[in-house]
């Protein structure tokens, strides 16, 4: 293949400009704030499972509760019920009036018995009820974080693909510059070569794979046309000439 000396040394520029794009790419992938957002998204849909069951045992507790208080009432009116019908006078036959009494005197035990169930369902709701408040905190706080993290992130991001895209038309102002054949056989060998399609020949050293040129392959540079395209005979990208080969 043959292109004229400058087409060839443009063909560099473009290499510098798709290497900023890499470079520009790889940044926008390895931003610390992708790690960051990635840990905090994980501790929020823990806190947020503890919050769930923390509200769950609240609701139950509640219930337990209402049920606890419903039992305490009930006996509290049976006692009631039998301390009017003692008080009415209507109950004259010992035998029922000390079985009434037996039952008004165990009737105030399992009202007590009963309250302090009350009293424990009522600790335990407490408890659950400080747990949700403090949970609600933590996940409104890693939340904010993660809120602040992918700010940063997409102006980060913003950031960079508004260079990148700067870059790409620069690279295609230049790239309209090279000649076409010349152009593809770079894009393929950039392809292949983990980005790299053309180096510099630079102190006898391809720069695409930093190996000095043997004798016998400098021979062979020196002998060519200034037009024909150079291949590195060891990484096999296309090899450009310039002032400071070494030549
Ligand atoms: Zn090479």
């Known amino acids: 293949m043959n292109a004229a000396p400058a087409d060839q040394i443009r063909l560099l520029d473009v290499q510098a400009l798709d290497q900023r794009l890499s470079q520009l790419a790889h940044r926008r992938k390895s931003l610390p704030e992708h790690a960051e957002i990635e840990s905090l998204t994980a501790d929020l849909a823990q806190l947020r499972d503890l919050l769930v069951a923390s509200t769950t045992e609240e609701s139950d507790t509640a219930r337990e509760q209402t049920k606890a208080e419903q039992d305490v009432d009930q006996v509290r009116q049976r006692a009631a019920r039998d301390q009017q019908r003692l008080d009415s006078g209507a109950v004259t036959s010992p035998k029922d009036l000390e079985s009434l009494q037996r039952e008004i005197t165990s009737l105030a035990k399992r009202q007590g018995d009963l309250e302090d ?131």
Do not use: W
């Not at 794979?209 to 291949?231: F, G, M, Q, W, Y």
């Open 117 to 247: 169930v009350v009293l424990e369902v009522m600790e335990r709701r407490e408890s659950a009820q400080e747990r949700v408040a403090e949970l609600t905190d933590r996940v409104a706080a890693v939340q904010a974080k993660v809120d602040d993290a992918t700010a940063r992130r997409d102006a980060a991001t913003q950031e960079l693909d508004t260079e990148a895209a700067s870059v790409t038309k620069e690279r295609e102002v230049v790239a309209g510059s090279v000649p076409a054949d010349l152009l593809k056989l770079y894009d393929k060998l950039r392809v292949q070569q983990g980005g790299v399609g053309a180096a510099r020949l630079y102190q006898r050293r391809c720069e695409g794979c930093r190996l000095e040129l043997n004798i016998t392959e400098i021979n062979d540079v020196k002998a060519a046309s200034p037009d024909t395209v150079l291949r590195c005979e060891n990484c096999r990208r296309i090899l450009v000439r310039t002032a400071d080969s070494g030549l």
